[in-house]
């Protein structure tokens, strides 16, 4: 069974601090994603990897991938409260847009 | 460029009652997608289809649940005889094909069964 799988599930971070959210999967992938969800609300797109080595940043947010290791980074920079939502990470092992999400980080910024 | 629209954006049925989902897809886009979310989960993928094809439904249920992308009008997810646990958030995406085309979600439904 094709997995994903982020750790922690949960961060709770203070501001300022700099963290890291680790996605691990089961299959070969040359695509990786990264979207934010606020609470009832829709998937935002953060970041496309399309590549081994690929590294994108986009304000204090920045995400890695190493096919070789099946693992994705997502890098936050000085936290502040409003990178507080779940961040999910999905691959597309066959590329076709049926994304397997992960179980999702759940991060809340602590003034 | 109006993004993916789905409605209604919650929905309340009774058990046995029939759910009906629509999306409307991101103008230029043929490629439709099904995910549903339960509470405290990530999204899981339920179907895919193209304009009057259904090209991967492997992620649907085999009973109760059927969906459609016709050549006029919305893509629609259709439920019947809902049942407790069917109560999720269900969102469509929308691509306009190709590998490297990213997904673009639309706000949901969230569907609650009484």
């Known amino acids: 069974e094709l997995k994903v799988e982020q750790n922690p599930l949960f961060l709770s971070m203070q501001e300022e601090k700099n963290y890291t959210i680790y996605c691990n999967y089961s299959t070969t992938s040359d695509r990786l994603y990264w979207y934010r969800q606020d609470p009832g609300k829709s998937l935002e797109s953060l970041f496309v990897?399309?590549?081994?080595?690929a590294v994108k940043q986009e304000g204090r947010l920045m995400a890695s991938l190493d096919t070789k290791a099946r693992l994705s980074t997502l890098h936050i920079t000085a936290a502040v409260h409003d990178l507080s939502a779940t961040y999910f990470c999905?691959?597309?092992?066959?590329?076709?847009?049926?994304?397997?999400f992960g179980t999702g980080t759940l991060l809340a910024v602590q003034p | 460029n109006a993004g993916v629209m789905q409605n209604p954006r919650h929905l309340v049925r009774r058990r046995g009652q029939e759910a009906r989902l629509r999306c409307s897809p991101m103008k230029g886009h043929s490629h439709v997608y099904w995910y549903r979310q339960l509470p405290e989960e990530g999204l899981k993928f339920m179907v895919y289809l193209q304009k009057e094809n259904i090209i991967d439904e492997s992620g649907m249920p085999k009973e109760r649940f059927s969906a459609e992308f016709p050549k006029e009008g919305p893509s629609i997810l259709r439920i019947q005889q809902v049942v407790r646990g069917d109560s999720a958030a269900y969102f469509c995406a929308s691509s306009p094909g190709g590998p490297d085309s990213p997904l673009h979600f639309g706000n949901g439904t969230r569907l609650t069964v009484t």
């Open positions: 990897l399309l590549s081994n080595g």
């Open positions: 999905a691959v597309d092992p066959r590329l076709q847009g049926k994304l397997i």
